[in-house]
């Protein structure tokens, strides 16, 4: 099998192992897993960097499991975190955990022939806990020093809002899942971000203690952008992969503005491009950045991960309305996000349906008086979504999106929206 460390390595995914024997162990097939917190109801693109790590594992020949948390997502991780999480409910858990459980199905081949991946909740297992039970058979294999000594721990411990107990409980109880995949599955390895780094050790520590055998841990690094901001913000905003909170559009668009110090990190990250193409990229960024090749495939390759082909094709065509490509056929919502800051006119359906197109355009703003609107009537340079305007007197028909939303344009590229309400 070509070696899945090295594709690590090459491809920026590689941090640090628990040990140098992992390399002798993946020299067969191993089974690994890796897990998701069911935090929100869709994985954020930051996630993407775990669900691409397991992929080049499966790709490789291994067997892996994801792991959501619908136990431990209860608790919250509080690695990397400067203050305790809000504790989510059970049905807002539960909501959370169908969501997640859709986006990775769209990165793993759960009907590979030789090493289909594999889905599991931790609420199957650690449910059936009761506290008791737990801290004799579980708790009483940590020690307080070890836990204490850890980087995360401490920097809570020092900080003015301090840490739950709760919180400090929640490095066990990853740990047990270590132990419950090792004994149901075989797993033999676990891979998370590099803060992540704890947990994964506790895990790699209990096997040990109870089983005798030796486990490992992998860790990468965590993405962040050339300015050093943790990566999968967009104007403050996280970018989900579900299409009901990003759109197809929208996260097409945020890998499109990728800037040239960031992409070819994140074409190495986030695609299976083979080495002689991604320097292909490299040398059309370096050479002729204005072009944006590379921001392109970038987008492409992702998008149609994420939100297959029919969702690269959606954001490719509300990509184009912007330049001029047809409106028709883009729902309301979409369009809203699309031109998000364009200038908009809020107006009463009835006070413009029916009305001289020119009319609305000086009333909306997108001329500044009736004059104006004509005068660009007649020289073709009105639309009224799709349909060039040429006559004065055309009036507003069938021109809206969902019956609540007109585009209006000028010439090419001046667009004014009116919301009718």
Known sequence: MESVLDILKQRGLFDAVTSEELARTLREPVTLYAGFDPSAPSLGVGNM???????????CGHRVVALVGGAT????????????????GREDI?????????????????EHPSAPARLVNNEEWLGRFTFIEFLRDVGKHFRMGAMLSRDSVRARLDSEGGMSFTEFSYALLQAYDFLHLHDTCGCVLQVGGSD????????????????????????????????????????????????GMTSCYAFYQFFLRAADSD???LLRVFTFLPENELAALAEQTRTAPEKREAQRTLAEEVTRMAHGRAGLEKARRASEVLFGGPVAGIAADDALEIFAHVPSTEAARGGFVGRPVAEVAAESGLCQSKSAARRLAQSGGLYAGDRRVSQEDTVLEGDLLDGRLLVLRSGKKTFRLVKLV
């Open 49 to 59: 960097v775990t669900l691409m790590v397991l992929s080049h594992f499966q790709r």
């Open 94 to 110: 539960d909501r959370n955990v169908r969501g997640i459980t859709g986006n990775i199905s769209r990165f793993l081949d759960f």
């Open 73 to 88: 997502g209860m608790i919250g991780d509080p690695s990397g975190k400067s203050a305790e999480r809000q504790l989510l």
């Open 196 to 243: 992540q780094w704890g947990n994964i050790t506790a895990g790699t520590d209990l096997v040990r203690r109870l089983r005798g055998r030796e486990v490992f841990g992998l860790t990468f690094p965590l993405l962040t952008d050339s300015a050093g901001q943790k990566f999968g913000k967009s104007e403050g905003n996280s970018v989900y992969l579900d299409a």
């Open 263 to 265: 992409v070819d990190r």
